[in-house]
Nanobody
Framework: QVQLVESGGGLVQAGGSLRLACATSARTINTYNMGWFRQAPGKEREFVAAIRWSGGLPYYTESVKGRFTISRDNAKNTVYLQMNNLKPEDTAVYYC??????????????WGQGTQVTVSS
């Protein structure tokens, strides 16, 4: 069973930073590609970033390139999303996901419960 537990969300002013964390098991992080999605009120869930189980170049949606960084610490069984220069339009519930698909086709087969990120202007 794949379990994903997000943390690190909160309220931040525009231009600020937050780091989200997704804790999972050793089996999951060493087997699945991992990624982040987000869902803003009244909008569909959208892909944010993904990283291969073995590391390598991550994949980002265009709107977060240069501001967000996805990384993984396999020793801690945790995936991170460092979010810098946050904008009000980044406000959403952020979900951690695991998937076997390549990062460029990442859709998410397993999901965490989500963590709220609110960016004030």
């Amino acid at each position: 069973q794949v379990q994903l537990v997000e943390s690190g969300g909160g309220l931040v002013q525009a231009g600020g930073s937050l780091r989200l964390a997704c804790a999972t098991s050793a089996r999951t992080i060493n087997t699945y590609n991992m990624g982040w999605f987000r869902q803003a009120p009244g909008k569909e869930r959208e892909f944010v970033a993904a990283i291969r189980w073995s590391g390598g170049l991550p994949y980002y949606t265009e709107s977060v390139k240069g501001r967000f960084t996805i990384s993984r610490d396999n020793a801690k069984n945790t995936v991170y999303l460092q979010m810098n220069n946050l904008k009000p339009e980044d406000t959403a519930v952020y979900y951690c996901a695991a998937d076997y698909r390549p990062v460029a086709q990442f859709m998410g087969d397993y999901w965490g419960q989500g963590t709220q990120v609110t960016v004030s202007s």
